[in-house]
């Protein structure tokens, strides 16, 4: 007798779908579950990933960084745009006094090419003029150093309020980094708690917390980066300012300094 041939592959495996459906089958005619997958609640995950909407179910922490940062963004280009201005002003007019004093031979005859200015550089002429007159009984010796010594306090001055604001922009440019890396932080602590509470690594669970804090990073970068270009435009913008005001400053010593050797031509002998 031969030996009875083994069943084939294809009769096992089918055996074996036949015996899983009938052991689901009753499962569920009696009510039963049937083991899932366990599934994040579409609820808990966030529907739009925009910045936006990024910001509007970030944490009350995070969002108050995003808005402090968004303050300071809007207050640098305030500040670049009233303090462009106000420079490119200030430098036109200097610009334009220090070339009427180029052709005048005398103080008096300045003040009438200055005429009704009231810039800096009408200052400069006018605190030159009052030191002549009040130095009128003086020994001419020290006029001119007198009248140096109010220059430069005139020059430091109007130094001084050109550049008042510029040090906002250097605060801004070096704090806000760090203030967006504080919401960084923050959010993603934040994001770790909701993955405890979860009770699951799901990409889809972490990565919504994880966005929403670098937003806070790249917001912080936005204000802070054309902070530090603008500080430093400004930076050599009013260098130059100050450089026109020094020649300003020194065409008047020389103005006033060929007034008094008119006025005293024996003490100009005598000092050459």
Do not use: C
């Not at 592959?9 to 039963?32: C, D, E, N, W, Y």
């Not at 995950?45 to 969002?63: E, I, R, T, Y």
């Not at 180029?102 to 009408?122: F, I, K, N």
């Not at 405890?196 to 670098?214: D, F, R």
């Amino acid at each position: 007798m031969t030996a009875p041939a083994a069943p084939s592959t294809f009769k096992i495996f089918r055996f074996a779908g036949v015996a899983a459906v009938g052991s689901v089958l009753p499962m569920l005619a009696h009510g039963q579950d049937v083991v899932r997958v366990p599934t994040l609640p579409a609820a808990h995950l966030p529907s739009n990933l925009s910045p936006w909407g990024m910001f509007l179910g970030a944490d009350p922490v995070v969002k108050a960084v995003m808005i402090g940062l968004a303050f300071a963004s809007v207050v640098t280009w305030t500040v670049w745009l009233a303090k462009s201005i106000e420079l490119m002003r200030a430098k036109r007019a200097a610009a334009s006094g220090l070339r009427r004093l180029a052709t005048a031979p005398s103080l008096p005859e300045a003040q009438l090419a200055l005429g009704a200015d009231r810039g800096v550089v009408a200052s400069l002429l006018r605190a030159a003029t009052e030191e002549v007159r009040l130095s009128a009984d003086l020994p001419v010796s020290g006029i001119k150093q007198r009248i140096a010594g109010r220059l430069e306090r005139i020059e430091a001055a109007a130094g001084r309020a050109m550049a008042r604001g510029t040090g906002l922009l250097a605060t801004i440019g070096s704090t806000a980094p760090f203030v967006g890396l504080f919401g960084t932080v923050w959010g993603i602590m934040n994001s770790f708690v909701g993955i405890s509470k979860a009770q699951t690594t799901s990409l889809a669970v972490v990565a919504p917390g994880i966005a929403e804090a670098l937003l806070a990073t790249a917001i912080g970068l936005v204000a802070a980066i054309p902070a530090v270009v603008i500080y430093n435009v400004f930076a050599r913008a009013i260098g130059g300012y100050r450089a026109l005001l020094g020649d300003a400053s020194a065409e008047v010593l020389r103005i006033a300094g060929r007034d008094l050797d008119r006025q005293h031509p024996r003490l100009a002998d005598a000092a050459e």
